[in-house]
């Protein structure tokens, strides 16, 4: 019996310090103490061997019970941590999840490009400021020079609330909102989602991403906007690239411009990329109009600037050799795994 006294002591210690499997290997396993002290009962005179045996029944137990108990504490403790984000039960097993788990989850690609190409326009000094998903006419047209029954409005087609707000065909809506929040010297790049009401193909949908840029200050010049959005081009691209200035019209900028620069896969030979032609249109851009500048207050005599704006998922297209704009939107498995 005084064994027994010495023995419970030590699983009291034990019980503080072994964690379940050690306890269990210990005292309960086919070679562990508990069935080596029960081997040990003959020895036990007559009239205690019932005591001993009970006693001894009871140490076990003992160690029975804090072994159910920390399993339990263990399984409470898993049902804590939930992921609220998980389309099942964090405790399913890894095998009894669904199959689509297997991606880990990870930031779509365009997501990805844009934390790129942001990177790039912050070490080249310029703010970051998202753009907005609903806007009104006074953003999308007027205050960008496009007055009531301008025909230019009609290239804009877009998506209209029965309320009269509009889901913005381009980032330059954010135009008058940064020009009259600030005063010059003022670079700013505007990232935002943008709606079009057109049928799709490979490379047209009705919902994209695109990403303005503005820079206003005392004597900027064409020059500097073809030497800004060149050094962010190859910085992106990862390449020299050669550039081609095209006339274009955007009733927002004077002059206004389509910047070309030669295919980067091919050698200005042609490919798919380029459909053929060894150039690539890649934005519209051009100097900030003086009634631009005019609707938000800022002297278009003694300022000027210039402005952009590019679909990124084209440039996204073009960098990751993506030839359906589509593919970025459907959700398909198997193209998201590539990225
Ligand atoms: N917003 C124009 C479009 O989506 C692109 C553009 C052209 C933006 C010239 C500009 C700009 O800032 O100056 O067609």
């Known amino acids: 019996m005084k064994d027994l006294q010495k023995l419970k002591t030590e699983v009291q210690e034990d019980i503080d310090q072994l964690d379940s499997n050690e306890l269990k290997k210990k005292y309960l396993s086919s070679d562990g103490v508990i069935r080596e002290y029960f081997s040990k009962i003959s020895n036990v005179d007559k009239d205690n061997r019932a005591k001993y045996g009970k006693e001894l029944n009871s140490i076990k137990n003992l160690i029975a019970q804090s072994i159910e108990q920390s399993s339990k504490e263990i399984v409470t403790q898993r049902a804590k941590r939930v992921d609220p984000t998980a389309p099942f039960d964090s405790n399913t097993s890894k095998s009894n999840r669904p199959r689509i788990l297997d991606l880990n989850g990870s930031s779509h690609i365009l997501m990805q490009e844009l934390e790129r190409m942001l990177d790039i326009f912050q070490s080249m000094?310029?703010?970051?400021?998202?753009?907005?998903?609903?806007?009104?006419?006074?953003?999308?047209?007027?205050?960008l020079n496009f007055p009531k029954g301008h025909p230019a409005r009609d290239m804009y087609d877009t998506f209209w609330t029965e309320d009269g707000f509009v889901l913005p065909a381009h980032t330059s809506t954010m135009q008058n909102r940064i020009l009259s929040s600030s005063t010059p010297p003022i670079s700013a790049v505007i990232p935002g989602r943008c709606f079009r009401s057109e049928a799709t193909d490979s490379s047209h949908e009705h919902t994209f991403f695109q990403c303005e840029g503005i820079y206003v200050d005392k004597g900027i010049s064409v020059a500097n906007m073809i030497a800004t959005i060149k050094e962010f081009l190859e910085a992106y691209l990862e390449t020299d690239i050669e550039v081609k200035i095209q006339p274009a019209y955007f009733p927002f900028t004077e002059p206004?411009?389509?910047?070309?620069?030669?295919?980067?896969?091919?050698?200005?030979?042609?490919?798919?990329?380029?459909?053929?032609?060894?150039?690539?249109?890649?934005?519209?851009?051009?100097m900030i109009h003086p009634n631009v500048l005019k609707s938000a207050d800022i002297d278009s005599e003694e300022f000027s600037g210039f402005a952009w704006g590019f679909g990124l998922d084209r440039l996204v297209m073009i960098r990751n050799h993506i030839s359906d704009i589509r593919d970025l939107r459907a959700g398909n498995i198997k193209f998201l795994r590539k990225y």
């Open 125 to 143: 000094g310029f703010d970051i400021v998202e753009s907005r998903q609903i806007d009104d006419d006074y953003h999308m047209f007027e205050s």
């Open 256 to 286: 206004d411009a389509e910047f070309t620069i030669n295919c980067p896969f091919c050698n200005k030979e042609g490919c798919s990329t380029c459909g053929h032609t060894g150039w690539i249109e890649l934005m519209g851009c051009g």
